[in-house]
């Protein structure tokens, strides 16, 4: 990452925001346009927006601008937030289970986990 937060910093940033199982998975085995995944799970559409919101002020702080979040309507359960190297992936319990992108990228290292 170029910028002043590591992957690691921002995975834990986002347990402090109680988060729950939040995971830092090295990708490059099967992925070839980013390096990380942060997969975190809020625990209702609330704390998605919450955890989202929270998130674009701390990566503010720590140099990274002129985020705009994917799904950040109100109803949306899965909000992405792409910063080149590391695209984080905020979700609720639902559509964690849902989409499976743990399973997506399963064999991939994981760095981190909650």
């Known amino acids: 990452m170029t910028k002043n937060a590591k992957p ?10 109680l988060a729950e199982e939040v995971k830092l998975i090295n990708v490059e085995k099967k992925i070839t ?8 799970t809020a625990q209702n ?3 998605l927006r919450t955890l989202r919101e929270n998130a674009k002020i701390w990566l503010k702080k720590n140099g990274f601008n002129g985020i705009i979040p994917e799904g950040s309507k109100a109803e949306s359960e899965w909000t992405l937030l ?3 190297d590391t ?3 905020l979700m609720t319990p639902a ?7 743990d399973g997506l ?8 986990e909650s």
Not at 8 to 17: A, R, T
Request: proline share 0%; glycine share 4%.
């Open 8 to 17: 690691k910093e921002i995975s834990l940033m986002l347990v402090e925001e």
């Open 33 to 40: 346009w980013t390096k990380n995944f942060i997969i975190a």
């Open 45 to 47: 559409k609330t704390h």
């Open 82 to 84: 792409d910063l080149g």
């Open 87 to 89: 695209i984080i992936h």
């Open 95 to 101: 559509a964690r289970d849902y989409w499976d992108i």
């Open 105 to 112: 990228v399963e064999g991939c290292l994981i760095v981190y």
